[in-house]
């Protein structure tokens, strides 16, 4: 060649990923299944095989489930599409990989446990009897703490690498306008903003009205995930987990042992007004 050609590859990952529901091993984009290998690996993760298999195989189906998108594709829950230099810690790496899944981990029991955001019923029912001292609840975060909108970067790609959920069309069109795309593909690109307006299939938009009109936007930054629609569903997830704001603490009889963390309890308190309130 007079000059060095341009070479594009498609690259699949890590070959080596465990799925604990066939029992094999391969490339995955599945969220859970890459967050237990970072955690697992001996070489560049952890070195720790006390993943709970039990929720790891539930985990995994939940990132597995299809979503429908407006234009009637369907997409993975969940996904993580990431790369990153072996000098980066595992800790760091899991830390980054959480949000893609509005994902949490604990180690319980002597077990690590992944869970991604997902709708949980009750496990358990507690009232007041079940309680050995006062309530400490704070009804409502400071305002400093709470925001009405969210918006932020996914890494776009461009096609045809990512049709579903791809700000590009088959013909490599962005909002009509034909552009070169290539030289920004897997970029950190800026996601339409979030909030729970009319736009996104709310009657009005009740958090803005309840801040007085003054918008408060928050910046979250998705650098494992290559969808919009996914991007806007993490978006949902911690604007709502910032509005739903009661926390406190609960000190209760051993009764209460039985939940652990992650679970939902259906709490009944007459002096602080909850009925059978999920918490």
Request: net charge negative; glycine share 8%.
């Amino acid at each position: 060649f007079p000059t060095i050609p341009k070479v594009r590859v498609t690259l699949n990952g890590k070959s080596d990923i465990y799925d604990p529901r066939t029992g094999t091993t391969g490339f995955t984009t599945n969220w859970a299944l890459i967050a237990a290998d970072v955690i697992t690996d001996p070489v560049f993760g952890l070195g720790d095989p006390t993943v709970n298999q039990a929720q790891l195989i539930a985990s995994a189906n939940i990132c597995d489930q299809q979503v429908t998108l407006v234009n009637g594709h369907t997409e993975s829950r969940y996904t993580t599409t990431y790369s990153y230099d072996t000098s980066a810690s595992p800790g760091n790496v899991l830390d980054t990989m959480m949000g893609g899944a509005g994902g949490r981990i604990s180690r319980i029991g002597g077990e690590w446990f992944i869970v991604p955001a997902y709708w949980q019923s009750p496990s358990l029912s507690l009232d007041e009897g079940d309680l050995t001292a006062p309530i400490e609840w704070t009804p409502y975060r400071t305002a400093d703490k709470l925001f009405n909108s969210v918006n932020g970067t996914y890494i776009a790609p461009n096609y045809p690498y990512a049709v579903v959920g791809n700000l590009y069309d088959s013909n490599g069109y962005y909002l009509g306008e034909k552009q070169n795309t290539f030289a920004f593909a897997y970029q950190p690109t800026s996601y339409p903003s979030y909030a729970c307006d009319s736009l996104h299939g709310y009657p009005s938009n009740q958090w803005l009205t309840e801040d007085g009109g003054r918008s408060r936007p928050q910046q979250m930054n998705y650098p494992t995930v290559l969808s919009v629609a996914t991007a806007q569903r993490l978006c949902k997830i911690a604007l709502l987990r910032n509005r739903f704001q009661g926390s406190g603490t609960l000190e209760m009889s051993l009764t209460a042992w039985q939940a652990q963390p992650f679970d939902v309890i259906e709490m009944t308190s007459p002096t602080m007004g909850l009925v059978a309130k999920s918490l």
